[in-house]
């Protein structure tokens, strides 16, 4: 999927769009662990999900500091996200896997997007994009590794 999560030129729809983004990852992540038989690899994409929501926390004080009244829960992406993985399940783990890791495409690619933005160049912004994405580069390479 093309994501345009981390272009935005309005710091509020910047910050907004990708806690969204983020909120989908976690509702993916969520049927994920529902899904996996294998506990090790569960247990992992349990980590993976606590920093999905450390993301959402760090990307939500930002929001509050400026001005953001309306904070977004999932959004509409979640139903493809999470679907990918549903259907993912008849194939097993494996297929899960390989689902995941194209979600991780996307918010690897919308966190390359954020860091390449004026709004998330310095500060505050720019530290939680950057960590963001070493996770997100992390999740993926995992995701593939598993999957192979």
Do not use: W
Not at 7 to 19: A, S
Not at 47 to 73: N, Y
Not at 93 to 102: G, P, V, W
Not at 123 to 147: F, N, P, S, T
């Amino acid at each position: 999927m093309v994501t345009f999560a981390g272009t935005q030129d309005d710091i509020k729809d910047f910050v907004t769009t990708l806690i969204s983004l983020e909120r989908d990852a976690i509702a993916a992540y969520e049927e994920t662990i529902e899904r996996l038989e294998n506990t090790d690899v569960a247990d992992k994409i349990r980590e993976f999900r606590a920093d999905h929501l450390h993301h959402v926390q760090s990307l939500t004080e930002v929001a509050k500091e400026i001005g953001c009244e309306d904070i977004p829960g999932e959004g509409p992406k979640s139903i493809l996200t999470k679907g990918k993985v549903v259907l993912a399940d008849l194939g097993g783990d494996d297929a899960i896997l390989k689902a995941m890791k194209t979600n991780e495409d996307d918010t690897v690619k919308a966190y390359e997007n954020a860091i390449a933005n004026d709004i998330a160049r310095t500060g505050k912004l720019a530290e939680i994009c950057q960590k963001a994405l070493e996770d997100e580069k992390r999740h993926r390479a995992y995701m593939e590794q598993q999957a192979a």
